[in-house]
Nanobody
Framework: QVQLVESGGGLVQAGGSLRLSCAAS????????VGWFRQAPGKEREFVAA????????YFADSMKGRFTISRDKAKNTVYLQMNSLKPEDTAVYYC??????????????????WGQGTQVTVSS
C-alpha cells in the first residue's frame, strides 16, 4: 500500500522560509511525479507545484513562482518543497500527492490518486 507522509510545517513569520518533505513508502517513489497542493480554511484545494518522476521538469502555480522550489532525493525516496518569502496568504494545510500511473505532471488534483495527511503551515504577519 502506498503511503505519503508530509512533514516540516509549522509557524513562521512573514518573509521567512520553511522546507516541507514528502516521504513515500509502498512503491519506488522515484518512478512517479509528485504534486504539492494546499487548502486554506473555507477555500478549495489549490495546486502549488509538481515535479516529474526524474526531477527534470517542474511546474509552479503563478503565485509561487520565484518563491518556491521543488526537488526530489531518489535515495531518500523524498520530495521537498522549499518555500521562501512566505506570506500570510500562504497559510494552509499542505498536501503531497502522487498518481497511480505516471503520465506527466499535472496541476489538477483529480490526476493524483495517493495523498498524504497534510502538514499545517501558518505564516504570521
Amino acid at each position: 500500500q502506498v503511503q505519503l507522509v508530509e512533514s516540516g510545517g509549522g509557524l513562521v513569520q512573514a518573509g521567512g522560509s520553511l522546507r516541507l518533505s514528502c516521504a513515500a513508502s509502498g512503491r519506488p517513489f522515484s518512478n512517479y511525479a509528485v504534486g504539492w497542493f494546499r487548502q486554506a480554511p473555507g477555500k478549495e484545494r489549490e495546486f502549488v507545484a509538481a515535479i516529474s518522476w526524474n526531477g527534470a521538469t517542474t511546474y509552479f502555480a503563478d503565485s509561487m513562482k520565484g518563491r518556491f522550489t521543488i526537488s526530489r532525493d531518489k535515495a531518500k525516496n523524498t520530495v521537498y518543497l522549499q518555500m521562501n518569502s512566505l506570506k500570510p496568504e500562504d497559510t494552509a494545510v499542505y498536501y503531497c500527492a502522487s498518481p497511480l500511473v505516471d503520465s506527466g505532471i499535472y496541476s489538477r488534483a483529480s490526476k493524483y490518486d495517493y495523498w498524504g495527511q497534510g502538514t499545517q503551515v501558518t505564516v504570521s504577519s
